[in-house]
């Protein structure tokens, strides 16, 4: 019982955050494999909606208990906001359908893992954008990618010694869409 | 005002179960008629903290958390992260009026903040 004790005492933080990483993951398992989850959202856009998890579970036929295991997993993954006394929303009013919402499941989990593993604020970047572009300026821009990445780690390496950290630089510029005819 | 520890919370898998075991061996008195359905443990004492059940649904597990008072819920989530802790639940405000986050420490912790509304 105390060596247990001990162990649970000198977890390392690396088993945390992969435990944390595990409880999300299944949150959002849970989300689209379990209909009410989505229905919560759904009854918060409603005019008579009460922020009462006894109202909802009454609406739903569910426990209290059900609806607030629910509404953790809402609330965790960023789908569910208190944001007055008595006022839920849907976080960003972003999901319309059941697509959307599974869509927001799967981005809310990769925030969060993403998250977990910046939990000490190392400086990081993400971005994308996507543009309606002509076949000749593909080319140019994926040249002009292929010399910017070799720059930056050209000045990244450059740095000298005491490096700390190891960091992972992915660029990615393809086509989603082919709205040329003649190519049909 | 300081910053006290306010509450304590037992986050359980049968939470009926567990508060009911509670109160049948301290003679607490449970409510959950609120609109969290938060079974409130009455301990029939005005000294130490309050208390209460939550559960963890089915892929968490028995833990205790505890409260700590804020002025400001919002901007000590934003600290706890700035110090290498994380935020699990957002800062939310209840239907009570209270805002409550809850946040890790650095060795994967998880506590609450939290701000009484005025009654």
Known sequence: ?184 | MGRPVMQWQILAKDPERLSTFYAKLFAWKIDANNPLGYRRADTGSKSGIGGGFWPAGPEGHALVQLFVEVDDVKQYAARVAELGGSVVIPPQALPAGDELAIVRDLEGLSFGLMKTAKR
């Not at chain 1, 490096?163 to 990615?172: F, H, K, T």
């Open chain 1, 1 to 184: 019982m105390i060596a247990e004790f001990v162990q649970a005492e000198r977890e390392p933080a690396e088993a945390w955050t992969a435990r944390e990483a595990r409880t999300l993951t299944a949150d959002a398992a849970s989300l689209l494999a379990e209909w009410h989850h989505y229905a919560i959202l759904e009854l918060t856009r409603l005019e008579c909606f009460e922020p009462d998890v006894r109202w909802i579970g009454r609406v739903l036929g569910l426990h209290p208990d059900e609806v607030n295991v629910a509404l953790n997993r809402l609330l965790r993954l960023g789908l569910l906001e208190m944001s007055d006394a008595g006022r839920w929303t849907d976080a960003g009013h972003a999901v319309a359908s059941f697509e959307d919402f599974s869509t927001r499941t799967v981005t809310g989990l990769a925030e969060r893992v993403r998250g977990l593993r910046s939990a000490r604020a190392l400086p990081s970047h993400r971005s994308a954008t996507t543009v309606a572009v002509t076949i000749e300026r593909c080319r140019d821009a994926v040249s002009r990618l292929e010399r910017f990445r070799h720059q930056l780690v050209d000045d990244l390496e450059g740095g000298g010694s005491g490096r700390d950290q190891v960091y992972r630089l992915e660029l990615a510029f393809y086509p989603i869409a082919d709205l040329d005819p003649k190519e049909h």
